[in-house]
């Protein structure tokens, strides 16, 4: 009879080589904008090395941005610092300030 190992993944994020899941996404998602800009390019009429160099700097140099992302923010910091930009920086109150103070009772 076969025996089967407890997954004991159940309920922990999905990482590929460190990288933790939104930069999954962005990695996906670079990586098929890099493959197709070189596809564009082709088409184009560019020279097949060119296009090939292209493709691997700009491939080299988005997988270096995610991995650093990846280390200088952590699985939860990129979305910790976008949701930073919709807090307000500062909150108005224009309301005299005497009536602040003022009991009503």
Not at 20 to 35: D, E, H, N, P
Not at 54 to 72: D, E, P
Not at 74 to 95: C, D, E, N, V, W
């Amino acid at each position: 009879m076969a025996e089967f190992g407890v997954n004991k993944g159940v309920g922990k994020e999905v990482e590929f080589k460190g990288l933790t899941t939104q930069y999954l996404f962005i990695f996906a998602g670079g990586l098929l904008g890099v493959f197709i800009a070189v596809v564009i390019l082709n088409l184009a009429g560019m020279d097949n090395l060119t296009c090939i160099f292209f493709g691997v700097v700009a491939g080299s140099v988005l997988v270096w941005g995610v991995f650093y992302l990846n280390k200088k923010y952590g699985p939860y910091g990129l979305m910790k610092r976008m949701a930073l930009k919709q807090h307000p920086r500062r909150i108005i109150h224009r309301r005299n300030i005497r009536r602040l103070f003022n009991r009503k009772l």
